[in-house]
């Protein structure tokens, strides 16, 4: 007996019988889309000098020396094409400029050609926008209502924030790497006003949107929020120090149990873990590397470079004799500068690279205080001092230039008078920030010690005022000028 399709089988036929005529009619009638570009991982985003490559994702391969031609960027950012399947990455030659919006256009461009008979389509031409982060610095006050407290200075916005409230006093803080949060260390004043320290760790948000491309940040938090990170109940915290990728936090502390006093250990905690003890690890002063996951501390007559993970064995992965002191990591971790202490009371300032290579920059009487990469790795820029001719010993800071290839010194600014001063360059390398730190004689100390004993120097001098400065270095007048008020200032990355 012959059986009649039931109604949905009957639907199904006929959907099939459409869609094969559908296929068939693009088959035959061949593509009609356009070109275009489906993707740009920049777009919307806020990028900072991390931040070296974007890449546009197109629907197709496309004639990639007309792109070349044709891509736009406005303000003009140099930097050099290449390109993968249907991938265009165009990579920065230069930094980034903070503080700046940028368009990137792409038009009259046409798909490669498929076959020597088709003919390419035209691509919709593509507009898309991102920008640089704030040019914005941090620092602690040190005049009225400021006074040993956090101070946020957005110079692209034009703004000030003072961040942390005023019953604490801020003796040392760090970054996180968006600038969204800082990492910072505080004493009560009512504790500090008596002329102790002994600060606990606390973390605070500066306001400012992290909008990277990489990351997800979510919704903007309001400045000043803050949050206990470690307390001082049972050790004293004597250093940190923060990740570059924030990831982990490496504190030094001390008992306050008498029996176990000077009994120094150091700690880590991992983003979103508890305190954990670095087991078999002493030593005096360190940095974290910048993987993250590496520590380099002076231990004994040299440096040892110590795993941070718990599943790497714990013995050093190098031990460097020659070195007493790191002063700072180019940001790939290719290349360390370093400190040697010589027999004859000078001191050699060292490049070393990750290859073992070993060469010396420069060798004084003075000290050498702070040595920074800038982005491309051929200058260091350098707060030095030399000793003074007269008869009383005193060491005279400058700012100067070590070009890595030559070795050349180039000396910027002479800033005398100075016994203690703190250096940054701006993470675009366009200017640096120092301060002025004028200390209070001991009969002002005497008259009128609370705040002095509160604001010291990094020496422990007490401190009546400290100017700031900005050093332009993206200009051809170099000349510095005066931005206020305030102590170890540091430009948010």
């Given amino acids: 007996m012959k059986h009649r399709p039931y109604p949905l089988d009957r639907a199904a036929i006929s959907m099939m019988v459409v869609l094969t005529l559908l296929i068939s009619f693009i088959i035959m009638g061949g593509d009609h889309t356009m070109p275009l570009v ?24 496309m004639d990639w020396p007309k792109v070349e031609e044709n891509l736009t960027l406005t303000p003009e950012l140099l930097g050099k094409l290449s390109w993968s399947g249907r991938r265009l990455a165009y990579t920065l030659t230069e930094p980034i400029p903070y503080g700046t919006d940028f368009k990137v256009q792409l038009s009259q461009v046409k798909e490669a050609r498929r076959s020597p008979t088709a003919r390419p389509k035209m691509m919709q031409p593509f507009s898309g926008t991102f920008r640089s982060r704030d040019r914005a610095y941090v620092y602690i006050g040190v005049n009225g209502e400021e006074s040993g407290r956090l101070i946020l200075r957005n110079l692209t916005q034009d703004q000030k924030t003072i961040l942390t409230p005023a019953d604490l006093v801020v003796t040392e803080f760090k970054p996180y790497p968006y600038g969204d949060r800082i990492l910072f260390a505080a004493t ?33 938090k309001p400045a000043g929020e803050i949050e206990q990170v470690l307390d001082n109940r049972q050790y004293q915290i004597l250093k940190f120090d923060l990740a570059l990728d924030g990831s982990r936090i490496v504190i030094q502390r001390a008992p306050k149990d008498g029996a176990a006093l000077g009994q120094v250990s150091l700690w880590q905690i991992p983003e979103g873990q508890s305190l954990q ?39 050093p992965l ?63 820029y350098c707060l030095l001092t030399e000793v003074g001719s007269g008869e ?38 366009s200017a640096l920030l120092f301060d002025q730190a004028i200390e209070a004689s001991p009969e002002k100390v005497e008259a009128s010690p609370s705040n002095a004993e509160i604001i010291q120097t990094n020496q422990g001098g007490a401190v009546t005022t400290s100017n700031l400065w900005i050093l332009p270095l993206d200009s051809d007048n170099q000349q510095p000028y005066s931005i206020g008020s305030g102590l170890n200032p540091q430009w948010l990355p």
Avoid: C
């Fill in 277 to 315: 003890l670095l087991e078999n690890v002493q030593g005096g002063d360190f940095l974290i590397a910048p993987d993250s996951r590496s520590l380099v501390i002076a231990q004994g007559q040299g440096l040892a470079i110590l795993p941070l993970d718990s599943s790497v064995n714990d013995q």
């Fill in 188 to 220: 009560a004043k009512s504790i500090a006003s008596a002329g102790e320290f002994n600060p606990e760790l606390y973390t605070v948000t500066t306001g400012l949107q992290a909008n990277p491309p990489d990351l997800d940040s979510g919704p903007q």
């Fill in 318 to 380: 190098e031990f460097l004799p020659k070195f007493g002191m790191v002063l700072s990591f180019a940001r790939d971790g290719s290349a360390a500068t370093m400190i040697k202490f010589n027999p004859d009371f000078t001191k050699s300032l060292f490049l070393v690279t990750n290859q073992g290579q070993q060469t010396e920059l420069l060798k004084t009487t003075g000290s050498i205080l702070r040595a920074t990469f800038d982005s491309q790795k051929k200058l260091l």
């Fill in 38 to 61: 489906r993707d740009f991982n920049w777009l919307e985003k806020q990028v900072g000098i991390e931040d070296t490559a974007f890449i546009l994702s197109f629907n197709r391969t």
């Fill in 392 to 429: 009383e010993y005193v060491e005279i800071p400058y700012l100067a230039t070590i070009d890595i290839a030559t070795q050349k010194e180039t000396r910027l600014l002479n800033l005398p008078n100075q016994r203690d001063t703190t250096m940054a360059l701006a993470p675009d390398g």
